[in-house]
């Protein structure tokens, strides 16, 4: 079982990493910037943000290995795949 202040934590750190998406939104969206990085970055976000959800929401870090690998593939692959799309 996951205690409150896991969740807590958890939960301010998504909502941290939400809040750094909008910033680099905005500073991104200022002329002479690289469009690149900020879809990187964001990406990058993305991904740490599913892993939270996957292992502390989901309490997959609990279930079987499988099951984890299986949905932590998932929050890889589609990420990679939309900033290949980007960047092609």
Do not use: C
Request: hydrophobic letters at 60%; a positive charge; charged letters at 10%.
């Amino acid at each position: 079982m996951i205690s409150v202040k896991n969740l807590f934590r958890t939960w301010l750190i998504l909502i941290i990493l939400t809040i750094i998406s909008i910033l680099l939104g905005e500073y991104f969206s200022l002329p002479n910037t690289h469009n690149m990085l900020f879809i990187i970055v964001v990406m990058l976000i993305v991904t740490l943000k599913g892993q939270q959800i996957i292992d502390l929401f989901m309490e997959l870090s609990l279930a079987p290995r499988k099951w984890r690998l299986l949905l932590m593939s998932y929050i890889v692959i589609v990420p990679s795949v939309i900033t290949l799309i980007y960047l092609i």
